[in-house]
């Protein structure tokens, strides 16, 4: 019989901060299950853990890595920065995980922990049964003490700067084209991308303005990112009318591993219309595997004719 997952969802494992799952030492024991998975393989095992801008980002960043180092984990911090450039990095620089705290588009007081694998991809459900079942067997052992909320904590661990600054490098580095003439309104949901956006765009030469750029810890998607991409649509279709400055506009949510898009007039791009852009710029430069395309069941008949071309 096939075992169902209770902590780890569809997108890791997500809650209201500070109950559980998501208690000081509920966080503690998912970080120390983690170790022991990973030094089973490798007893010289590394990870490296990035956060969004949530209040309750650092002390759970903080105590994860508690429970990491009490079984002989290396951490390596990368700071704010969005869930893709975790998985980047892990792949990239030879960890053997990668973590990311973050509720994603949820609201500021939800939290989460997402797990990747040192080739980048989420883990299998295997292997999250198994850390599952240690956390609940540490959970119900009345010997097992959490240590002390003690460790450093995630913003002094060595290699935060760097390592973000690796990933936008690298994001610049696909790039080619001169888009140093593009206007770009840019909402970054006073979420990762604040940390990663101007320096990103700043790199590629784009005149970009930058609207919910001052995460204070509670402001995350509040009336703003992807889940109201309204918001920047208007501010483009307001200044179109004012001073013609915008060509697009882009919108990410609170870890930035989503992106919506508004035309010059301030008109949504669903997700349909982004697929069919982006396959038919990868077919044109051969870059599109066996000329397929991957939709959800949220995807309407008309993506489809559309890259059939029979529309």
């Known amino acids: 019989m096939t075992q169902t997952r209770q902590?780890?969802?569809?997108?890791?494992?997500?809650?209201?901060?500070?109950?559980?799952?998501?208690?000081?030492?509920?966080?503690?024991?998912?970080?120390?299950?983690?170790?022991?998975?990973?030094?089973?393989?490798?007893?010289?095992?590394r990870v490296v853990i990035g956060q969004d801008t949530r209040a309750s980002s650092r002390w759970i960043a903080d105590r994860f890595l508690q429970g990491l180092a009490s079984v002989g984990v290396e951490t390596r911090?990368?700071?704010?920065?969005?869930?893709?450039?975790?998985?980047?990095?892990?792949?990239?620089?030879?960890f053997d995980a990668g973590v990311v705290i973050s509720a994603s588009h949820n609201p500021w007081t939800d939290?989460?922990?997402?797990?990747f694998s040192g080739d980048g991809y989420k883990l299998p459900d295997v292997r999250e049964l198994a850390i599952e079942k240690e956390i609940f067997a540490l959970l119900q052992d009345s010997d097992a003490v959490p240590a002390p909320d003690s460790?450093?904590?995630?913003?002094?661990?060595?290699?935060?700067?760097?390592l973000r600054h690796a990933y936008v490098h690298w994001l610049a580095g696909g790039v080619s084209a001169d888009l140093?003439?593009?206007?770009?309104?840019?909402?970054c949901a006073n979420g990762a991308?604040?940390?990663?956006?101007?320096?990103?765009?700043?790199?590629?030469?784009?005149n970009a303005t930058f609207l919910h750029s001052?995460?204070?810890?509670?402001?995350?998607?509040?009336?703003?990112?992807?889940?109201?991409?309204?918001?920047v649509a208007r501010f483009v279709a307001e200044s179109q009318v004012a001073e013609g400055r915008f060509d697009v506009g882009v919108t990410f949510d609170?870890?930035?591993?989503?992106?919506?898009?508004?035309?010059?007039?301030?008109?949504?791009?669903?997700?349909?219309?982004?697929?069919?852009?982006?396959?038919?710029?990868?077919?044109?430069?051969?870059?599109?595997?066996?000329?397929?395309?991957?939709?959800?069941?949220?995807?309407?008949?008309g993506l489809e004719l559309a890259l059939s071309d029979r529309a």
């Not at 140093?180 to 909402?187: E, G, K, M």
């Open 7 to 45: 902590l780890f969802g569809t997108d890791g494992i997500r809650g209201v901060a500070g109950e559980f799952p998501l208690t000081r030492d509920s966080v503690y024991w998912i970080g120390r299950a983690l170790g022991h998975d990973l030094v089973r393989v490798n007893d010289r095992a």
């Open 77 to 94: 911090s990368a700071g704010v920065i969005t869930t893709p450039g975790v998985a980047f990095l892990a792949r990239s620089q030879g």
């Open 111 to 115: 939290n989460g922990i997402k797990i």
């Open 151 to 162: 460790a450093p904590d995630s913003a002094s661990l060595p290699g935060e700067e760097g």
């Open 180 to 187: 140093s003439r593009l206007r770009v309104a840019v909402d």
């Open 193 to 206: 991308a604040t940390a990663e956006a101007p320096e990103l765009f700043g790199a590629l030469k784009i």
């Open 214 to 231: 001052a995460p204070d810890g509670e402001n995350i998607n509040e009336n703003c990112g992807a889940l109201h991409p309204e918001t």
């Open 254 to 301: 609170g870890d930035a591993d989503r992106a919506l898009f508004c035309d010059a007039n301030g008109r949504v791009v669903n997700g349909d219309a982004v697929l069919l852009l982006a396959a038919r710029e990868m077919k044109s430069r051969g870059t599109l595997a066996n000329a397929t395309v991957v939709a959800t069941t949220m995807s309407n008949m």
